[in-house]
């Protein structure tokens, strides 16, 4: 590392408190690159969190940009006094943007870090999911009166299943590095669940579903919890705020937190939906987002969980297909191993699915 920027560049294009003592990186997410900066007065310590902008997958950084700042300072309002741990800040690079571009044309952005608070890959109690559907489903009832129209789509037909199952198609018709021999199996899974890509789409169309402000990333590694009370206090990864179906955010969020494994677990075996964890999540985000949401958006939860994965899996197919691309990977079939969770994650769901509805019913009757 180290070779990759120019950290003392990057320091000089931002208006830092203290001077600068050192960086680490923090390896998350498997679209941008992210490090943590470290000042010091001699009084106290600095942190701000500084990420590199992956611009093959948001081709426009300035509108990327403008979603965040404005869609955070309609939170920032909102929230009140608690604003500073609440919502992420951004800091304003000197060209007066809110990112700079370095020498080798790489876009970076800086928060300030906030302190006192923890990310989880993996769920330990379901009081923490509980509290990780509070804040995503009020994170949704923040955003419900935010203008729709002021949004710019930073990637197009995100969560357009449909589209995304022609990208898959075509991805398979090329056949670019020669692998989908090996993934008949895979290919198949998605051929037979066509009919699943369109359900929400046609909803939407026919205005039995409202299109509103989503986040369109729920991991559950994109909330930060508080140390002291385990509350989801902020949300973090605001690059896909995009307009949405509130189904996609609840759809996500079971995909990656009742998942009994991780993203990229290789013994299947460990792979199920913890009916546990889904029933904690849903009793979460309806005590905060019940009142907003419509009967229709109520019903589909259970369908969201399955569509979303599949969804997922699809795309880490059809990156894996591309010749990985798009994710970020570790060796080369990581995006394979990932899509086969999502499938056995998508066929444990339907086994339960009778039962996911019966919990849905019982959380939105309370
Ligand atoms: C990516 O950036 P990260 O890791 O939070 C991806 C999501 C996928 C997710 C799968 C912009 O999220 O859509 O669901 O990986 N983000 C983008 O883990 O494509
Ligand atoms: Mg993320």
């Known amino acids: 590392m180290g070779t990759e920027f120019d950290i003392n560049y990057l320091i000089n294009q931002f208006q830092f408190e203290g001077s600068f003592k050192g960086y680490r990186c923090k390896d998350e997410g498997h679209i941008n690159t992210t490090y943590v900066l470290i000042f010091d007065d001699g009084k106290q310590e600095y942190k701000y969190t500084l990420q590199k902008i992956n611009t093959y ?39 007066g943007k809110y990112y700079c571009t370095d020498p080798a044309g790489n876009c970076w952005r800086c928060y300030r870090y906030i302190d006192g608070v923890y990310t989880c890959n993996t769920i330990e109690s379901p009081d923490v999911f509980y509290n990780a559907g509070k804040s995503f489903g009020n994170f949704q009832r923040m955003l419900a009166d935010y203008p729709i129209e002021k949004l710019y789509e930073t990637i197009p037909k995100f969560h357009d299943t449909y589209s995304r199952f022609c990208d898959f198609l075509q991805s398979v018709k090329d056949d670019t590095k020669s692998r989908a021999r090996e993934v008949g199996d895979e290919i198949n899974f998605v051929i037979e669940h066509e009919k699943d890509t369109k359900i929400l789409l046609d909803m939407l169309q026919r205005n039995e579903l409202p299109l509103r402000v989503t986040h369109n990333d729920t991991k559950l590694n994109n909330i930060l919890f508080d140390n002291d009370t385990n509350e989801g206090i902020c949300i973090i990864d605001l690059d896909t705020v995009m307009p949405g179906l509130s189904l996609y ?33 849903t009793k979460g985000y309806l005590c905060t987002a019940r009142e907003s949401l419509t009967e229709n958006e109520i019903a589909y939860l259970p369908f969201s969980a399955k569509l979303m994965t599949f969804e997922c899996g699809m795309r880490f197919l059809t990156d894996y297909l591309n010749g990985d691309v798009y994710f970020k990977t570790d060796y080369p079939e990581h995006n394979l191993v990932r899509c086969r969770t999502q499938f056995k994650l998508v066929s444990d769901i339907e086994l339960k699915f009778d039962k996911m509805q019966k919990i849905t019913a019982e959380a939105a009757a309370i």
């Open 57 to 95: 997958v948001f081709k426009n950084p300035d509108e990327l940009m403008d979603n965040i700042v404005s869609v955070t300072s309609h939170l920032k309002k909102k929230a009140g006094r608690d604003s500073d741990r609440c919502t992420l800040d951004m800091l304003r690079a000197k060209n």
């Open 249 to 281: 955010d609840f759809g996500d969020s079971i995909r990656f937190g009742a998942n009994t494994a991780g993203e990229d677990e290789q013994d299947l075996s460990k792979v199920s939906l913890s009916l546990e964890l889904f029933e904690a999540y």
